[in-house]
């Protein structure tokens, strides 16, 4: 825990289960050298899923000689959390609910939403925007987009239609467009500038993912929040656009959540699972469901005091996001080095 990012440059695609199982073994054994329960702790990411948990978790488990929870994002029945594949795409949603009310736009209900990506993160936030009444208008990979047509939103059967293509790892160019009309697959797109009239961005597939002239059409789209669900899903060229807008708009701002706040909720449902693994407790869904809500409501809070509290706000703007978030994370530490002793070094 603590936001350290690392992996491996093999290539799942293509793969047979035997050759990812052997590959996950043979990556623990170097790994195992340099976590543990309390020292660092990994959870998946982009190309790591249940399985690859599992099978890294199983070899953990036989060279130590014990089981502790030194992985995050495991199986229910061996010590995972409920929420947990969910928890990134839903803590996005739940984080830009509370976007939505302080700027006084009201609920995700009857609001057009484009996201982008189709794996784990852009999945759940979608599938938690149609149960909150908000119709979604995109989803999309590495080789194009599927957008909404006609106005009309992509169902829950859709997108889980779509997610057994990616359990597969499959492109969402395989989906079946002429079984599903009011959809379109565009090739080599983002969906930011195909969707027409949109009133919350979600970019949910990988980093640089909205340019700032993509972050210009969606303001000219008419977007009200814009939060990333993936890491570093804006260029920084898009921040300052988002930024800019959110100066001169006031309430009717381009506001724009960066991921380090909006898209905490898979991370935040992992430190549960380890507080579950620790009491040798199983929660149940709502239980770490409410948890997660809390924390993401915490978060906002704090980002949005944060910036009030260090930055003079013009013209009534909207507070930023960005440097709330961003001197929140910077005081903690410094706090805690001080109060440790560590500012002498």
């Not at 073994?25 to 899923?49: N, Y």
């Not at 409920?82 to 736009?105: C, D, S, W």
Request: proline content about 3%; charged content about 25%; aromatic content about 8%.
């Amino acid at each position: 825990m603590g936001g350290g990012k690392g992996g491996a440059d093999f290539d799942p695609k293509g793969k047979s289960d035997g050759e990812i199982r052997r590959f996950c073994q043979a990556f623990m054994r170097e790994l195992q050298k340099h976590i543990g329960k309390d020292t660092d702790v990994p959870a998946g990411d982009i190309g790591v899923s249940g399985r690859e948990i599992g099978y890294m978790f199983g070899a953990y488990r036989q060279m130590r000689a014990r089981w502790e929870g030194v992985l995050t994002g495991k199986g229910p029945s061996w010590g995972g959390s409920f929420i947990r594949p969910e928890a990134t795409g839903y803590g996005t949603v739940y984080y830009v609910e509370h976007m939505l009310k302080h700027a006084g736009h009201g609920s995700f209900e009857g609001k057009r939403v484009a996201i982008s990506g189709s794996g784990n993160v852009a999945q759940y936030a979608a599938l938690k925007a149609l149960e909150l009444g908000a119709t979604v208008l995109s989803l999309s990979d590495s080789q194009g987009a599927i957008i909404s047509k006609d106005g009309s939103s992509i169902t829950a059967e859709q997108v889980h239609a779509i997610a057994g293509l990616k359990v597969k790892r499959r492109a969402l160019a395989e989906f079946d467009i002429s079984s599903n009309t009011g959809l379109e697959y565009v090739k080599g797109a983002r969906p930011w500038t195909l969707v027409g009239k949109v009133d919350i961005a979600l970019p949910c597939a990988t980093q640089n993912e909205v340019s700032g002239d993509e972050a210009k059409a969606l303001c000219e789209a008419g977007v009200v929040a814009v939060a990333e669900g993936s890491n570093m899903g804006c260029t920084l060229e898009a921040i300052e656009v988002f930024e800019e807008h959110r100066r001169k708009h006031n309430e009717k701002a381009a506001w724009y959540a960066p991921g380090k706040a909006a898209n905490c909720g898979g991370v935040a449902v992992s430190g549960l699972e380890m507080a579950q693994n620790s009491q040798r407790l199983t929660w149940t869904a709502k239980e770490v469901d409410d948890k997660l809500k809390d924390i993401m409501k915490n978060v906002f809070t704090e980002g949005l005091e944060t910036a009030k509290a260090y930055i003079t706000p013009v013209n009534g703007e909207l507070p930023s996001l960005v440097a709330g978030s961003n001197i929140a994370g910077f005081v903690k530490v410094v706090r805690a080095m001080h109060e440790q002793g560590d500012w002498w070094s």
